[in-house]
Each structure stands twice: as C-alpha cells, then as structure tokens.
C-alpha cells in the first residue's frame, strides 16, 4: 500500500527547501530530497507505513483529535526529533 503525498506534507517540505516523493523502500511513506552542492540527493525515508500522522488524524478523526496526537508524538520524539537533518527532524516537520 502506497501512501499518498497530502498537500499538508508537500506544503510543510517547501518551507524546508526540500522536495518529496513517495517512499521506494517497504514499509516508509515518503523519501525527503534536498539540493546538495548543485545536486539533488536524498536524504531521508521517513514515516512508517503502519502509523498515522497528522494529516491521515485530521482527515479521519478531526483537528481536535489531530491536535492531541501531534502533541504527544512530539513528547515521545523530543529527544531526536530536534536534530536538524535527521530522520526523525523530517518526520517531525513534514509529517507532524
């Protein structure tokens, strides 16, 4: 099952300066790519199949819903999901 891009996510990775695709890899929603010294390169698969996130909340179960969700995914993740460039960093901003 592939996922589907939602312009939440294309417009979260356009304020980053990056670009997104659907994911090659089993198991991952969306491969991040950014602009590396002239070149387009990837630098992340991020999100799993398995899970929700704020986009898939919002649209099944409400803003209100959505809102608690990213909240605690946020306390989970707060350890990397700070650290600029990582996966955890694209889930976070594009996913999240």
Not at 53 to 58: A, C, E, F, L, Q
Request: no cysteine; proline share 2%; charged share 40%.
């Amino acid at each position: 099952m592939a996922y589907k891009i939602t312009t939440y996510s294309k417009n979260k990775a356009k304020k980053l300066g990056v670009k997104i695709k659907p994911s090659k890899i089993k198991g991952k929603k969306i491969a991040v790519f950014k602009k590396i010294k002239g070149k387009i390169k990837k630098v992340a698969d991020v999100g799993a199949l398995g899970y929700k996130d704020y986009p898939t909340y919002t649209k099944t179960k409400g803003k209100k819903f959505a809102d608690k969700r990213r909240r605690l995914y946020k306390i989970r993740h707060q350890k990397t999901r700070t650290k600029k460039g990582s996966r955890s960093y694209y889930a976070d901003k594009i996913l999240w």
